[in-house]
């Protein structure tokens, strides 16, 4: 069965900084990632995603994410924190299935802090 | 293109009341989800249908029914509700690749969501 874990409930950052949020995934057969972002009172909207393509996926607002089969890992990344990123971030998989049976698996969530 | 929208955005019941939450999507999808997302338990996925005239439990599905009334439209139903229920609840559509047994679950596109409230 697929899953998704998330590690770390809450990251905090300082404006400027490296923003890794970590994420690994259980999946049978190669699978679809993604990760959304959540800001206050809204609902989620995609980041990025993998569908088997590059392994090195770019995103919206400069994230960026990395598959690593070996590793089971999907981690996201921004070089510079910016104030604007405070959200919380969400990753997930869809694994392969009947159509019945294929559902995107949410992680718990990340909430990113920024420190001015 | 409005995308997923869902009414009401907000509303407030008493227990035992029953109320009906609406989601249509613009963007031809056969995929639609409830979910619903509490502080520390991130969503948790409530009903969902994988094609219009199918629906399938998800995670939670005691004290919910859902209609798949065509396929823009996938309304969630609260009979009888419960403190227990207050939530935000969110709608969400899809496609889906592939086919068989190979099908893969593609990008979820999310509404703005409903916030109730029980007492």
């Known amino acids: 069965a697929q899953s998704v874990t998330q590690l770390g409930s809450h990251v905090s950052v300082s404006e400027g900084a490296l923003v890794l949020l970590r994420c690994n995934y259980s999946?049978?057969?190669?699978?679809?990632l993604f990760w959304y972002v959540q800001y206050p009172n809204q609902g989620l909207q995609l980041l990025l995603k993998y569908t088997s393509a590059a392994t090195l996926v770019k995103g919206i607002n400069g994230f960026e994410a990395e598959f690593k089969k070996s590793e089971t890992s999907f981690h996201l990344t921004k070089p510079s924190a910016h104030m604007s990123d405070a959200a919380e971030y969400f990753c997930?998989?869809?694994?392969?299935?009947?159509?019945?049976?294929?559902?995107?698996?949410f992680g718990s969530g990340t909430r990113l802090s920024i420190r001015p | 293109n409005a995308g997923v929208t869902q009414t009401p955005k907000f509303q407030v019941l008493k227990t035992g009341q029953s109320m009906t939450l609406q989601c249509a999507q613009d963007m031809n999808h056969n995929s639609m989800y409830w979910y619903r997302q509490d502080p520390g338990m991130g969503l948790r996925l409530i009903y969902y249908?994988?094609?219009?005239?199918?629906?399938d439990k998800g995670e939670v599905p005691n004290g919910y029914n859902v209609s798949r009334l065509n396929k823009r439209e996938f309304s969630l139903r609260l009979e009888s509700a419960a403190p227990s229920q207050t939530s935000v609840y969110f709608c969400?559509?899809?496609?889906?690749?592939?086919?068989?047994?190979?099908?893969?679950?593609?990008?979820?596109?999310f509404g703005p969501g409903t916030r109730l409230t029980v007492l």
């Open positions: 249908s994988a094609s219009e005239g199918t629906t």
């Open positions: 999946s049978s057969v190669p699978p679809y």
């Open positions: 969400a559509s899809s496609v889906q690749r592939g086919g068989g047994r190979r099908i893969r679950t593609d990008t979820q596109y």
């Open positions: 997930a998989v869809s694994d392969q299935g009947y159509s019945s049976a294929s559902k995107i698996i």
